[in-house]
């Protein structure tokens, strides 16, 4: 795989400007060039558009809304369980289903991602560069029968040739809500992005066996196709393939601290996270809101931030942190 520098010399002057992510208050509605929407937990909304996705995590403290929006004219359209919208080279596709219209945990996972993947394969914007997975009970079951190891082979089932070139940024979390309800988001282009691994850690799909039948599926992030974004996948306190200080919320931050740092790097992009980096923060126990908060207003304090309730796939761990770093 190319080093982000090489492949921005060869994509920078054709690629399309990189979607510009940022959260806004609880009224907005989707605009003429707003890709996606995103509102969290029992927003009391309900937008009859495509591009709008109450996404079924709760928020902890204020309840903005996420919004991606492009240098276009975005259309948008349905197709049963798949929404869909492009604009300015971009393409933002999602689906939600049901375990039990499917067999479980696997076999929706097979669902949502054979019908992403021949979407997108048809599509002309078909190179994918981040994903986002929802999923209830993510820790339940031991061993191989942990829900979440059921998702990830259920996962690798339905990625179709699309993902052949390899695998994008991503996040798995797991929520609070309807326990069967499964929802899958994507983000893709077309042109290739630059997938960054972070030297602190394995690559997540070299795994041993000890993470299940099927390894994890994604990067740690990816440097958009223009150079201009690195989408970070969700990221905490795992150094090589092991989880760092069980039950130490503090010392879980600080070690996710280092290996977002360490991921800013790899990407080339500037360090540090400032107003050019809105972050999301997945917190396992709703009472660590306000450490985390204190944890976020002393080491990146400028960072637009959205705090959520959600499960990391991996028990021990408290809290995970994914989100976007621009380079200007």
Known sequence: MPHGNEMRERTALTAH???????????ASPGPRTLALFGFGSTPRDID????????????????LEAWEVDATVEAG????LRWSRGGGWLY???ECHEDDHGGPEGAAVHAYGLLSRFVEAAEERHVQRIWNYLGAINE???DDERYKHFCTGRIRGMGDVFAQGFPAASAIGHHGDPGLLQVYLLATDRPGTRVENPRQVSAWQYPRQYGRTPPSFARATLLPAGDVL?????????GHASAHAGDLEAQL????RNLDALLESGGMPAGLDGGAPLKVYVRHPEDEAAVRAFAAKRFPSAPLLLV???ICRAELLVEIDGWRYRD
């Open 141 to 143: 079951g031991s061993g």
């Open 231 to 239: 989408a970070i996948s969700g990221t905490a306190a795992v150094v």
């Open 78 to 81: 349905r197709q049963g369980d």
């Open 49 to 64: 558009d495509p591009r709008w996705l109450r996404v079924v995590l709760d928020p902890l403290g204020d309840a903005p």
């Open 254 to 257: 600080a070690e996710t601290l």
């Open 93 to 95: 596709a999602a689906v």
């Open 17 to 27: 400007p990189s979607p510009l992510v940022r959260y806004r208050d609880g009224s």
């Open 309 to 311: 309730h959600g499960d």
